[in-house]
């Protein structure tokens, strides 16, 4: 199993919908995790950090975090064009050295 | 401004040659990472240095070298030995204990 996995999409949603976004973690990762956003050719950004069980909002975006199920998952209400991206799933793996690991990432597509 | 820079933008490499990539910060980050990006995958883990004249291979580090003799500078070299070393390379710095990550605009390597 690959220590973060996520669905590589595309996801499709309409404007104005809720677009869910979800990663999943394996026993290695500890309890940091985060969500880039990923425009074509640029670099990542980030958007949401959660470190504790249950959900973080900031703006449009909630992140979700269920440790029980080893998932996190991003919902992005009020989807826009501009929202359409890849999105990066990203966790701490500690021990010595902590380093940051990303998910291969999921495309998001909102269309009009 | 704070940030991260990386440099240059594209960088073209013949064959047999080494390349050094340059990735340079004023955040006062302890960690900085390098990682590397190609078409349509997340980010793979190159190297990673939480602090001065300490760094700990990644996920892939072989065909690459790094150093960290300051702690604004993490300068990476993609050696010879890199047999497929055309890709979007990524650095990153953070606080130590890896709160948040953020990244520089990416040098996009092509060999020729």
């Known amino acids: 199993q690959k220590e973060v996995e996520q669905n590589s999409g595309p996801l499709s949603v309409p404007e104005g919908a809720i677009a869910s976004l979800n990663c999943t973690y394996s026993?290695?990762?500890?309890?940091?995790f985060f969500w880039y956003r990923q425009y074509s050719g640029k670099s990542p950004e980030l958007i949401m950090s959660?470190?504790?069980?249950g959900d973080k909002e900031d703006g449009r975006f909630t992140a979700q975090l269920n440790k029980a199920s080893q998932y996190v998952s991003l919902l992005i209400r009020d989807s826009q064009p501009s929202d359409s991206a890849t999105y990066l799933c990203?966790?701490?793996?500690?021990?010595?050295?902590?380093?940051?690991?990303f998910g291969a990432g999921t495309r998001l597509a909102v269309h009009p | 401004d704070g940030g991260i820079t990386q440099s240059p933008k594209y960088l073209f490499r013949k064959e047999g040659q080494n390349v050094t990539l340059s990735c340079e910060q004023n955040?006062?980050?302890?960690?900085m990472y390098w990682y590397r990006q190609d078409p349509g995958q997340g980010l793979r883990l190159i190297y990673y240095?939480?602090?001065?004249?300490?760094?700990q291979k990644g996920d892939i580090a072989e065909g690459y070298s790094v150093s960290r003799e300051k702690k604004e500078s993490f300068p990476l070299t993609v050696t010879s030995a890199q047999k497929n070393p055309t890709a979007f390379y990524l650095c990153?710095?953070?606080?130590?204990?890896?709160?948040?990550?953020?990244f520089g605009q990416g040098t996009r390597l092509t060999v020729v």
């Open positions: 990153a710095s953070s606080m130590q204990g890896l709160i948040e990550a953020f």
């Open positions: 026993d290695r990762v500890s309890q940091s």
């Open positions: 959660i470190y504790s069980n």
């Open positions: 990203a966790a701490v793996i500690s021990g010595g050295y902590n380093k940051l690991i």
């Open positions: 955040l006062n980050h302890d960690a």
């Open positions: 240095s939480q602090i001065v004249n300490d760094f």
